[in-house]
Structure formats: structure tokens, C-alpha cells
């Protein structure tokens, strides 16, 4: 049977007045005379602000404690501390990565998110465990939420043997994108790290989502090398780089530089603009043609008690945290949790226009810029052409 | 007629499970033996967590537009800019700081404020407008909100003459402490705008509250400057200074010296924690005994879109800034919008424990940690001894 809907009545970051269909889950057409598809569902905007679906561009549904009892943070301060703290609970509190990914899913698509990309721990304690219960997820929530996978070393890759084995199951099994850590601080080896993982993206066939904590110097080596192998092994165009705080503590030229060869290899930026740490410049990295794009990180798991599933939120922080104030600005930061994260991750397919995937949201805002530091609650969510949430609660 | 509540069966942060009692807008006792008084309102708090009302420790309600029309902003990058933007369009808009600080007030309320200090802008264009506004707001809500206002230079103070005279006018017609702005970068002189400052404060017996966006090395200067009139002046105590950029870039030597100075003349420090400037280090101050505390600054207006009257979100926005993850940690970010906001601001008869205000909140939370990173809707308010808003909304 034909799933089509006719949405009316709703308004464009540009003010107009507009009407959308959508048939089979794909928006047919936009615009101010756009009439019903035949046996459509008829949907009144009540004149709210049209958006469309969210992207997350970078988060760990898998670790995250949603909707549980509260989790009592006690753990040390270093990068070390939280992994080894972590994969120990994991072993031993029955954390269920299927129910928890699947709650914090089921929370993005209420908020408004329709694509997600997640890294998904591979280690050689859980092995592929949680990549299975992220795989049923994704299996369950198909319709409404696209999910990319990312297989990813969270406790090192070199510095623990077997993981690269793992790793390339967890390729085979159903992830799509490899995952990567900090080459030279956490394993140890930064030229054998990234080798170890251009080899195995290479044989997959796969793109890299690298996690890059390093700072400073250290942090400027290692994306120098990553930027050496991502030419040498043609992967231009299929490398995200996330966090690169390094980015934000460079001297000028040698940042400049750098980012200058991160734009021609068309290697992407994920930031989660984290208040506390040095953040890879936005506006420059814009201007020089990088695609840069936004995303919560973890939410509400053992490194951290902060975040939720709500996109407009994390626009907000990166709007506060590149201290974006004009309406203008605020329109970037809302990019990098829409059309950027898109581009950034790969999301065919995607925003306001014919022929995208019909993934909607509808907001009471004035503009852009008003629903991102007002978060109002989603009037309506639609996404793959379904009506999947209304005034905030699932449908 | 004696105004008496008795709520029960609500939680300490300690876990343990209490009543409380007020009379006359007082805590009479709060613990788990504790009785109802004599023809009190009865009220079950259903096991939610109890929290002291929230302290607001620098905003500007005169200057917000909260509730209205949304404000396209378009203004250009520097302070300079941002200060004469508003300075006109305060004067050409129809902005009604009366009407506008009482809608941001009761949002306050509802969201389990019942303490705040504000800044009012006080100009040669606007005179003591703002401050008029301000005041028959604060006597509208005086009986559920204490406000402490500060006569707050905009505008610069010695580059605008009459501003000195003005600023005095205020004080005498209800303003309660004397605020002052960036000596050197708007004033253009430290030694006369301080020693003018000092004097005023002097002259009326107010404290002072400045803000002092100065970064670096001539925020540092300033603040020398600063610390050596605020002990020949005799103000120990009774010296605020807001944001303080200069503290979070100096070489460390140089700041440990200054933060023993600002210890020792017992100045305190408002932060309102922004992520895209550095900031005064908040453990370090609490180490050295300084009185450290959390603000909004300005709510949704032509600064600044963001913002919104829930300490607890500012209590978040802190934790994140100063990356505190730990349960313990998280508790310094809500001491910097409860305790320490009360004792740097002088509001007295603060917290939970008999013969102080009668200010509680009830949230569903876990903890206090939780209670600032979910920030849940606010099951009571009670102010002065009322139940003033219930379930989010203005009772």
C-alpha cells in the first residue's frame, strides 16, 4: 500500500509558506501550491517552523545508561581511567547494549533525529557483544532512524592483541565505518596504529571515523600521518577526523597548513565543541572548504553524565561555544546537526527538497537561530515519510 | 494570619528521607521526625529531591526579551558594538524594562529561582528609566523573589559624563550595590574610573560589582589596581568582580599571586562559565577559600540569544565548562548557583536548615547530580514560605 502524507500550513528558514507531500517515504514536492498526493494523510502545520530531520554526526548509543537508574560517577580523570573503568562495568553491571541503544534510539527519533552515525565498542573482553545488540537496534528501528555503525577500538587496537581481528569481523558482521584511537597516546605507535587500520579499511572497502584526543603537537604528528596515508591509499573523501582538538592549539601557520591538507584530501571534522577543550576552528575550517559537522558524543554513560539525544541542544553548545550570536551564525551551527552532518557521515538522500527521504520536523520558533537556543518541543517528527512523534512524545 | 506548610516525604541529597516545616516563610525544621504545625497546608513531596531555591548571581532581567518577538540579531562583533546596538535600540524600540524584567522574574520563579541580583544599565540617554522598570518589578514580586539590584554603567561610566551622578541617583532610590565595567578597555582610565568607583561606593556604603571583561595581562593590571583600593578603602568582602576572563590566561605564577590577593580582601568571583572565553579556575578558587559563584548574564536579548532563567541549566553549562564529571565534582557546580551564589551575593538566611527562608525545590532526580545534568521539570516551588509554581508552571 502507498504511504503518502500532505503536510500543510508550515514555514521555511526563509519565512515562506509552504506545503509537502511525500510518497513512499520520499518528499514529492515543496513549495506554496503543492496540493495532496491521492489518499494522502493530512497533516496541518499549524504554521510551525519546518526543519529537517537531524543528523548525529557522532555518538556511543551503545555505552549509554538512558532511561536507567542513575549511574554514580567516581571515576579518575585520565582517558586511561575511564576506559579501564568502563569496560570493567561493562563486564560486570549486565549493561545491555541492545536495551540501552535502543532506548537513546528510540529518544533520538522522539527529538527529531533521523540519521545517526555511532561507534560501537570492539574489544577483546566484549568482543562483538555490543556491536550485536547495536545490529538488533538498528535492525528495529530501520524504518525510521538510519544508523551507521562504526566499529571501534574504545580500549586500543595495537595495544591489545586481537583487536584488529575483531575489528575486521565486526566490518564483515554489519559495521560501516572503521573505527580509530588516538594512534600514538593510547596505542602506543602512531605509523603501525594507522598502518594497521588504513590496511584494514582498505581490505573492507570501508571509510575511517578516527577518534583523535591528542593534543597539541602530538595530536599535529599523528593527523600529519594520517593525511600521508589517507593520500597514499586514495581514501580522500572517506576520512572524518573527530575531535581533533589539536586543531584549536596550534600556532597560526602550522594550523593553517594543516587544514589546508585536510581540505584537499576532503577529510571531514566532527566536533562535539566541548566548553573544556580546544575546539578545530569553524568558521575557518567553512571557509576553506572542510566539511565540519556536530554530534553529542557519549550521552549519560560512565565517561561522562552529561548530553542528551536532542540535536538542537548540541547546535546550542556549538553555538556557545564558538560564540555564534547572529542569527547568521546560528544557521552554521545548526548545519553542523543537519545538511554538514550529512555530508559529513554520508547520508544519501538528505533535507528539504524533492526527492529526499521525507525526515521532518516541525518546531514553534521564529527562525533557525530561535529553535536552537529555545530546544521547543517537537510538534511533530516524521521520518522515512511515517509520523514517528508528536508535541514531544513517540507516536 | 500565620501562613504554615508542612511537606513530607522528600529526600536530602544524602539520600535520607525528611519533612520540613515553615511558618511565616520560615524553615521551623526540617528532618525525619519533624511534625506538621498547627493548621499548616499539608503537602506530600512524593520522595522527590530536595533542593534549596536557586540563587541568580548576575543577570540583567531590564534588558531581556524574554516572551516576545524574537530579536533578529545583527549586530557587529565587538563590545563597542554590542553596547551602542542596544543603547539605541533601547530607545527606539518600545522595550519596557519593567514589563520585560517582570515576565524573566516569574520565569525565574517558576524555575525554582527565589533569589537573584541583577544589573540595570544606567545611561545619559536612558537615565534611571531602567532602573524605575526594574524596581516596581521587584515590588511586584518582593514577596516571593529577593532581588538585590546592581547601578550597573553600561554605557561606560567616565567617557559618559553625568553616568557618575547617575549611578549615585541610583543608589539612592533603591539600587543596593554599585556596579562598574572594564576601566581600562571602556573607561580608558584604571586609576579614575576605579578610584571614581571606590569613591561612589564609599560615599553611599554599597558594595561593588564589576564586571571586567578585560582579558589577559591588562585584565590582570586592572585588577591590581582593583585590589589595592579594595583594601585601603576598607571593602574587604564587599567586592564582587564578574567574569574575570584575565584569571584563566595568566602565566601561573602570576595568577596564584592574584588569586591569594582576591583570597586574602575576600573578593569573590562570578562566573558565568562561558565556552567560547577562559575562565577563573573554579577548583583553585575554592581551594584557596574564594567564594566562587554561577550567574546567567544576560537572557535572550540583543548581547546574546541564549539563555534561559533555570540556574540548574546554568549549573550544567558550568559543569561542562570546567569538565566536572564526578558526582562530587557535579556538586560544586550546584553550589555555585545555591551556596556560594547566597554568600557572594550576601543574601542571608539561606539554605536547608531551620530559620532560614523558607525557599525549597522539588525535582525527580536521583541525585544532585542528576538534578543538574537532566534538569527536570520543578514538581514545587516554594518561596518566602509559598507554594508559587507546581509542575513546571506558576501556581
Redesign the interface.
Known amino acids: 500500500m502507498t504511504r503518502s502524507l500532505y503536510l500543510s500550513n508550515v514555514r521555511l528558514a526563509d519565512g515562506q509558506f509552504v506545503s509537502v507531500s511525500s510518497v513512499d517515504g520520499r518528499i514529492e514536492a515543496i513549495g506554496a501550491h503543492v496540493t495532496a498526493p491521492p489518499g494522502a494523510h493530512l497533516e496541518d502545520g499549524g504554521g510551525a517552523l519546518l526543519l529537517p530531520g537531524f543528523v548525529e554526526g557522532h555518538t556511543h548509543i551503545d555505552k549509554s545508561n538512558w532511561g536507567r537508574?542513575?549511574y554514580?560517577?567516581?571515576?579518575g580523570p585520565l582517558l586511561t581511567d575511564r576506559i579501564s573503568n568502563e569496560r570493567e562495568w561493562r563486564k560486570t553491571s549486565g549493561h545491555d547494549a541492545a536495551a540501552q541503544s535502543l532506548a537513546l534510539s528510540r529518544a533520538f527519533v522522539q527529538m527529531g533525529t533521523t540519521r545517526l552515525r555511532t561507534h560501537v565498542d570492539i574489544d577483546t573482553d566484549a568482543r562483538l557483544r555490543h556491536l550485536e545488540g547495536v545490529l538488533a537496534t538498528r535492525q528495529t528501528m530501520h524504518d525510521v532512524l538510519e544508523m551507521q555503525i562504526v566499529a571501534f577500538p574504545q580500549s586500543g587496537m595495537l595495544v591489545r592483541p586481537g583487536t584488529v581481528e575483531l575489528l575486521g569481523s565486526a566490518l564483515t558482521e554489519g559495521a560501516d565505518v572503521l573505527g580509530a584511537l588516538d594512534p600514538a597516546l593510547i596505542d602506543g605507535d602512531p605509523v603501525a596504529s594507522l598502518d594497521a587500520t588504513f590496511a584494514l579499511a582498505d581490505r573492507h572497502g570501508k571509510p575511517i571515523d578516527i577518534h583523535l584526543h591528542e593534543p597539541g603537537e602530538i595530536g599535529a604528528f599523528t593527523l600529519r600521518l594520517l593525511l600521508d596515508r589517507a593520500e597514499t591509499m586514495g581514501m580522500q573523501g572517506r576520512v572524518v577526523v573527530s575531535h581533533g582538538f589539536c586543531l584549536g592549539a596550534l600556532p597560526e601557520r602550522e594550523r593553517d597548513a594543516l587544514l589546508d591538507r585536510i581540505a584537499h584530501r576532503r577529510v571531514a571534522l566532527l566536533t562535539s565543541?566541548?566548553?573544556?577543550r580546544t575546539v578545530p576552528p569553524l568558521k575557518l575550517c567553512r571557509k576553506k572548504g572542510i566539511t565540519m559537522f556536530g554530534g553529542n558524543d557519549g550521552i549519560?554513560d560512565t565517561?561522562?553524565?552529561?548530553?542528551v539525544p536532542d540535536m538542537l541542544e548540541r547546535a546550542?553548545?556549538i553555538?556557545?561555544?564558538?560564540?555564534l550570536?547572529?542569527?547568521?551564525d546560528?544557521m552554521i551551527a545548526f548545519d553542523c546537526v543537519s545538511e554538514a552532518a550529512a555530508r559529513g557521515c554520508g547520508f544519501a538522500d538528505y533535507g528539504l527538497r524533492a526527492g529526499a527521504r521525507a525526515d521532518l520536523v516541525l518546531v514553534d520558533?521564529?527562525?533557525v537561530?530561535?529553535a536552537v537556543?529555545a530546544r521547543p518541543v517537537r510538534k511533530l517528527v516524521v521520518s522515512n515519510g511515517r509520523i514517528v512523534a508528536r508535541d514531544g512524545a513517540l507516536a
Do not use: F
Open positions: 537508574p542513575w554514580r560517577n567516581e571515576v565543541a566541548p566548553p573544556s549519560r565517561w561522562s553524565p552529561y548530553g546550542m553548545l553555538g556557545m561555544r564558538y560564540d550570536r547572529r542569527d547568521d546560528l520558533a521564529a527562525s537561530a530561535h537556543v
